[in-house]
């Protein structure tokens, strides 16, 4: 399969780039700019994603997209529909026109981050986008819904808690992703025959998870990360941060007491 990594210079594009040619040879790279250490080896194309024409040359032949692009954290309003909501649409559109068979939309746990820690909820629930970044979340999320069911294409978002090598706080111990387990959940998405479309939740194996990610492991998931392994470092760097009531209480942390105006 020839391979689309949009988002390559970016922080989980960096680390994907070590992990998924072994499984994945064909690979193109793309971004905004090219990734500082690129190798002799690796094929990279720029594209900005606001630009359908530029993004409609780099889907060219390709079986599958891996969508890391796009603004990821909150940002102005201006940032976020450049990058997210028109960059987004754009992928699509061109995945579509060029005959892209399978798409792994990056959505983010910041689409559901207004429901509270105590609940645990399933893939399925009303969104409630804690910034104007969840929004552009949702809006891909829906968009790839109508791309697999008008067009064909087989669309996964994963809704990504937080990537890297280990748990950063007491919040990223319910919503860790190990690395090799985005690997897998990449996978499962490029390659499992009954996807349509689905929306699985990107997390390790987390005892303290908000999230019912079942539908993943009907599909063979078997995360390898345990964020109760790194209990300890996770707790040490909570008890250096600051109370946040609202961003305490909410799921999305930081991103719901930013800018919060509301009653609690
Ligand atoms: C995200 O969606 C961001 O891309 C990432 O930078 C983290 O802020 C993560 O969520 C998180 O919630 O920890």
């Not at 798409?103 to 509270?116: K, Q, T």
Request: glycine share 10%.
């Amino acid at each position: 399969m020839k391979i689309l990594m949009t988002g390559a210079s970016g922080g989980i594009g960096t680390r994907l780039r070590e992990l998924l040619p072994p499984i994945y040879p064909d690979l193109v790279l793309s971004d905004l700019t090219p990734p500082p250490n690129l190798k002799p080896n690796e094929n990279f194309k720029q594209a900005d994603l606001a630009d359908l024409a530029a993004v409609e040359a780099i889907c060219e032949g390709v079986d599958g997209i891996l969508h890391f692009g796009g603004f990821s954290v909150e940002g102005p309003w201006d940032t976020i529909l450049q990058a997210n909501i028109i960059g987004g649409y754009n992928l699509f559109e061109a995945a579509r026109k060029k005959g892209v068979k399978r798409i792994i939309f990056a959505s983010s746990n910041h689409a559901v981050g207004f429901y509270p820690r105590h609940s645990k909820i399933p893939p399925d629930v009303t969104a409630r986008p804690d910034s104007r970044y969840g929004v552009s979340k949702v809006f891909g999320e829906a968009v790839g819904s109508l791309y697999a069911d008008k067009y064909g294409l087989s669309v996964t978002c994963l809704r990504i808690g937080n990537f890297g090598d280990r748990p950063l706080d007491q919040r990223r111990l319910s919503i860790w992703l190990k690395p090799e387990d985005l690997v897998q959940l990449c996978q499962i998405g490029l390659e499992h025959p009954a996807i349509h479309f689905e929306v699985l939740y990107g997390a390790s194996y987390n005892e303290r998870a908000w999230w019912d990610n079942s539908r993943a492991y009907e599909f063979g998931y078997r995360p390898v990360g345990k964020a109760e392994d790194h209990r300890e470092h996770a707790m040490a760097e909570q008890a250096r941060m600051k109370p946040d009531p609202v961003g305490d209480f909410y799921q999305g942390g930081a991103f719901c007491s930013a800018e919060f105006a509301g009653d609690f």
